[in-house]
């Protein structure tokens, strides 16, 4: 059973950082992607970001590009989602997910709120 526990989330000011995380636990992730999904008050779920665990290769939305990292560190199974230079337009539920790619996850946090005042 794999779990994922996001953190992270809060209020923050236009242009200002975050920084969320997502640990996992549960089995191994060697040949998972992991990635950061939100979902906006009235809106679809969409993708934000996402890094293979096994090479560490990285894919991103329009909109997170240039501004969004996703860093992870092997030790502690934590992905991150590192926000910066946000957007009144972020505001969002953020969820952590876990699978054999992004149209395929297969495991879901919680979810963490990110609020981004203007």
């Known amino acids: 059973q794999v779990q994922l526990v996001e953190s992270g989330g809060g209020l923050v000011q236009t242009g200002g950082s975050l920084r969320l995380s997502c640990a996992a636990s549960g089995r191994t992730f060697s040949r998972y992607v992991m990635g950061w999904f939100r979902r906006a008050p009235g809106k679809e779920r969409e993708f934000v970001a996402a890094i293979s665990w096994s090479d560490s290769s990285t894919s991103y939305s329009d909109s997170a590009k240039g501004r969004f990292t996703i860093p992870r560190d092997n030790a502690k199974s934590t992905v991150y989602l590192e926000m910066n230079s946000l957007k009144p337009e972020d505001t969002a539920v953020y969820y952590c997910?876990?699978?054999?790619?992004?149209?395929?996850?297969?495991?879901w946090g919680q979810g963490t709120q990110v609020t981004v005042s203007s």
């Open positions: 997910a876990s699978g054999l790619g992004t149209a395929t996850m297969s495991h």
